[in-house]
């Protein structure tokens, strides 16, 4: 994603550092929302993201059927992909790829948008690494996303943040090759990486 440039007449200039900054507010006043390209804020900056790859969407779809095959014989939440808004604050919306809410928070879930952080969220990496593997991590782990996967389609690699007791992603863990990851969020499901990136 890149950062997007446009008038001043949306936005507002933070008093001490003079920075603009955006609110969700702003974002459904552009002239283009709520048609492509896709907006995301994160601590206030507005991003656009390009249309996905045709891997990216393989990927997607991959990962929607493996999870919704075993959601459908479950009562144990929902699955949902981009682009939805999920609401974390007025100055951080996102639209993840792939996502989970448990049954227990559906009533956060609005005809529009998510107002709740998901307990599962899924990134597939694109051209802008750093924002899913750092600054999307530290979001995610700062609204307590219980998990969250980063799948690098270059590497054919799954990498799983799980969030511990003290709040944080303290450890990572990498897989990789014909290895199988247990979904922690939902009991249960296990997704084999021959199957994501078949």
Do not use: C
């Not at 896709?38 to 891997?55: C, D, R």
């Not at 808004?85 to 100055?91: F, H, M, N, P, Q």
């Not at 593997?133 to 270059?154: A, F, G, S």
């Amino acid at each position: 994603m890149s950062l997007l440039k446009v008038p001043l007449k949306w936005g507002t200039i933070h008093p001490r550092t003079g920075k603009v900054y955006f609110t969700y507010s702003d974002l459904q006043a552009l002239p283009e929302y709520p048609e492509s390209p896709l907006f995301e804020l994160i601590n206030g900056v507005l991003y656009t993201a390009p249309s996905p790859s045709t891997v990216h969407q393989s990927i997607s779809l991959n990962l929607t059927y493996q999870i919704s095959k075993y959601l459908e014989k479950k009562s144990l939440g929902r699955l949902f992909h981009a682009p939805i808004d999920v609401i974390l604050t007025e100055t951080d919306v996102v639209v993840p790829d792939l996502f989970f809410i448990s049954k227990e928070r559906f009533h956060l879930i609005t005809p529009k948008n998510i107002q709740v952080a998901p307990d599962f969220i899924i990134e597939i990496l694109s051209t802008n690494r750093d924002r899913d593997l750092v600054i999307k991590k530290q979001l995610y782990e700062r609204h307590e996303v219980m998990e969250y996967w980063v799948v690098d389609p270059d590497n054919k690699t799954v990498t799983v943040f799980l969030l511990q007791e003290n709040g944080r992603y303290d450890s990572r863990t990498q897989y990789h090759s014909n290895q199988v990851i247990q979904v922690k969020t939902i009991d249960g499901l296990t997704i084999s990486l021959n199957d994501i990136f078949k």
